[in-house]
């Protein structure tokens, strides 16, 4: 694979939803491969991508896997169809991105993990926010000790929800396995891992308090193992978009607010504990814009030229998925779940 000129190296997209777009942009900006196919089962929206970058466009994805000139696959499609897509993907002798959640649960997600014990080719999981700018920045704060040992996570993340929303693929049981916990909440069980370590205890509750579906609108939830406490609320019911992640530890304190568009300016306070305590010293840094799908692209590509290590594998995907089982089992039980 190093032989392979890394600007040329073919990509197809499965899926031409918000997401599929947002992956394309990532590799026309990175200059680092090149889009020459994208698939969906509705051929308007393939057309549609597939005319703005100049590619391919086909119904049927499984078309992708047979032409070789395409190396990756980038797989974003609903929650039932990434792990199948994966799979045959890699069984295909491609590299694979596939989205996250990784599958509807963690027994999908293991599937896909026994396929690369035996599998040459890498594997990522779209993690995005661990690439976001101030997420960035702050796991290198904490890395180098700015704010002592951490000591508890608390995290809220939100949207106000859309008319009909009932009726989009993720409100639907069987095609998304979960409601928002699985859908938001994913994202902020994989931060919590990433900078808290393993919980080995959750409690959760999730509710479905407004709209008229069988998926959970709300999930509140706690995490813990013997150093880090994690607490979080994720919403569809929140009405103002809202991303927010602090991470607190002995010495001070890391608060993240927004994400960029509709989310708000995104930015980073670094908060200083004082010797007598009192009014913390803080530090706010802005950043302008989105970059972590541009981040996230270099990274796999990277991994795949054995230029870094990979931030976000296949083990994270089915550990966050295991945990997010063990919160639905918490909230259907009432007790806490010990991992």
Known sequence: MSKINIKKIGVGIVGAGLIGWKRAAAIEIAKKGKLLAVADIDFSKSK??????????????????ERKDIDIIIVSVPNNFSVPVAIAALKNGKHVLC?????????????I??????CEKVLKIGFNHRFHASIAKAKKFCDEGKIGKVMFI??????????????????????AGGGVLLDLGVHIIDLARWFGGEPKEVYGLTKTKFWKTKVDDNAFVLMTNKNVTTSFHVSSTNWKNIFSFEVFGELGFIEIKGKGG???????????????????????????RDVSWLKEWEN????????????????????????????????NNGKIIKL
């Open 48 to 65: 549609e991508l597939a005319k703005k970058y100049n590619c391919e466009a086909y119904k049927d994805w499984q078309v992708l896997l």
């Open 99 to 111: 989205e996250k959640p990784l599958g509807r649960n963690s027994k999908e997600s293991f599937e």
């Open 113 to 118: 993990l026994k396929v690369t014990r035996n």
């Open 154 to 175: 608390r995290a809220r993340y939100g949207y106000g929800g859309r008319f009909d929303i009932e009726k989009e693929w993720r409100m639907n049981k069987n095609i």
């Open 262 to 288: 509709s989310y708000g300016e995104e930015t980073l306070t670094l908060g200083k504990r004082k010797p007598r305590y009192g009014v913390p010293d803080t530090k706010v840094l802005k950043f302008q």
């Open 300 to 331: 796999f590509l990277n991994v795949i030229f054995n230029k870094s290590k990979i931030n976000g594998d296949v083990f994270d995907g089915y550990k966050a998925n295991l945990l997010v089982d063990a919160i639905y089992g918490s909230s």
